[in-house]
């Protein structure tokens, strides 16, 4: 069966991993198996930009990638100045973040904060 897209529909190009709403806040959550920083970085933008496109200003992203810590916060830092956000808007996450519990406990955390 075959469903049938409408006006808007045919329109949206992207994809998105995971929304979560937390109160009235958007958060949108993708994730990469890449491991290199500049396709993590253009993943980047484009989680940044379709959360804002949702969700307004408000709106929070999260990329879970297979970067080093080191690389994690380089990506982080250049992904505020770029796009004139915030740790409190923008998270990344690399492969020392796997762990369930981890993972869970991170994305908690920041939706939490204000």
């Known amino acids: 069966m075959e469903s049938k897209k409408t006006?808007?529909?045919e329109k949206l190009d992207f994809e998105l991993d995971v929304i979560l709403v937390y109160g009235y806040q958007l958060c949108g959550i993708s994730i990469t198996t890449a491991?290199?920083?500049a396709k993590c970085k253009h993943k980047g933008f484009e989680i940044i930009m379709r959360t804002r496109q949702?969700?307004?200003d408000e709106s929070k992203s999260v990329l879970i990638t297979r970067l080093s810590e080191?690389?994690?916060q380089a990506l982080?830092?250049?992904l505020e100045l770029d796009t004139g956000g915030t740790s409190k808007n923008?998270?990344?996450l690399g492969k020392d973040d796997f762990k369930k519990e981890k993972l869970?406990?991170?994305?908690k955390q920041f939706m939490e904060v204000n």
């Open 35 to 37: 491991s290199k920083k």
């Open 90 to 92: 923008i998270m990344i």
């Open 54 to 56: 949702m969700g307004g």
């Open 76 to 78: 982080q830092n250049e």
């Open 70 to 72: 080191g690389q994690v």
């Open 104 to 107: 869970i406990k991170k994305i």
């Open 7 to 9: 006006f808007w529909t």
